[in-house]
């Protein structure tokens, strides 16, 4: 059997058969109507106990805890917003696809479906890299503080985080651009359906008999830089962001006796906050300094707990998305 065979099937009339659901499609059709009935509204009760949060952090401006306090509700509600956003743009859409499970709506429709699942998968992607980039400033600025006793300027932190953000979403704009031209309807007789233009290609050349032997190197390109920028390449820059904060914390661990032992004490800062207190006296550091140096090892605990376990699963699921969008003959 070719390859054509395999993946297109004719009716009696001659015209490629419709696909028709499978029992994958009714479990995917379970779990996405889960997850939009019970995600959008979690997620909005965060995102306005979040907002409130912000609100008033910003009007106690607490002299000595804002930046950090601050940047690390905005990295929050920074996801939260990008989970809502893929929540309500794939979810719904993919849904009604996979009920109709043909495409009747027209190619700008396809276009623009596909491109805002393209937009919602870079940004979750990016939401989870500015969050391990910013552990790894939070870490090296630390390192900076406590060699050279540099302080960092203020705002400094809440700028980067700013910047950070409105990056995460001008690059998944326009890394899903491709999309416009890569994602097309194909009309097949009595149905169409959306996909791509090199699978609509085959199957033109299925229904008019011609042998498939086209090897479609744009294909191969979109692809690759598809799965670069959405999957491996923020991958690679979690990894190192995580490298780089192992490394620092490894060679400040290796320091003088002295010094050895309160950086013990200070990795222990968020198991026992009484525990800082007794030993702040002897930390050879201005209150300042010290008073960061608690309040970013907190964050970094925070964010290790929180966000680790979820970024793996987004990229697994993300992963999964990007082999599943495909059409099914």
Not at 99 to 118: E, H, I, T
Not at 294 to 315: G, P, Q, V, W
């Amino acid at each position: 059997m070719s390859n054509e065979d395999e993946a297109f099937q004719r009716t009696d009339d001659g015209d490629l058969k419709a696909p028709t659901l499978i029992a994958t499609d009714y479990l995917e059709i379970a779990v996405l109507a889960v997850v939009l009935c019970i995600g959008v509204p979690l997620n909005a009760v965060v995102l306005y106990k979040l907002l409130k949060q912000y609100s008033i952090g910003k009007t106690l401006n607490r002299v000595k805890q804002d930046d950090t306090r601050i940047g690390f509700l905005m990295l929050k509600i920074h996801l939260t917003i990008v989970d809502l956003i893929f929540i309500i743009l794939y979810c719904p859409s993919k849904l009604v696809w996979l009920v109709c499970y043909v495409w009747p709506f027209g190619a700008f429709l396809c276009k623009a479906v596909q491109y805002s699942w393209m937009f919602a998968h870079h940004s979750m992607s990016f939401a989870i890299v500015s969050i391990a980039i910013d552990r790894a400033k939070t870490v090296h600025d630390l390192m900076a503080m406590r060699e050279r006793g540099r302080v960092m300027a203020p705002n400094s932190k809440i700028n980067c985080i700013k910047r950070m953000i409105v990056l995460t979403y001008l690059g998944a704009a326009a890394l899903s651009l491709p999309q416009w031209l890569a994602w097309t309807t194909a009309d097949l007789g009595s149905w169409s359906q959306c996909t791509t233009i090199w699978h609509q290609q085959r199957a033109k050349d299925f229904l008019s008999g011609h042998e498939y032997r086209y090897f479609f190197y744009w294909e191969q390109i979109y692809t690759i830089v598809h799965l670069t920028t959405m999957f491996w390449g923020p991958f690679v820059i979690l990894f190192l962001s995580y490298a780089c904060i192992t490394l620092s914390l490894f060679l400040y661990s290796m320091k003088s006796t002295n010094e050895s032992a309160t950086a013990a004490e200070l990795h222990r800062i968020d198991a026992d906050d009484k525990l800082v207190k007794s030993i702040s006296n002897n930390i050879s550091l201005q209150p300042r300094a010290f008073e960061l140096i608690i309040s970013s090892k907190r964050l970094t605990s925070l964010y290790n707990h929180c966000s680790l376990d979820f970024t793996a699963i987004n990229f697994d699921f993300s992963l999964i998305c990007n082999f599943c969008w495909r059409i099914e003959f």
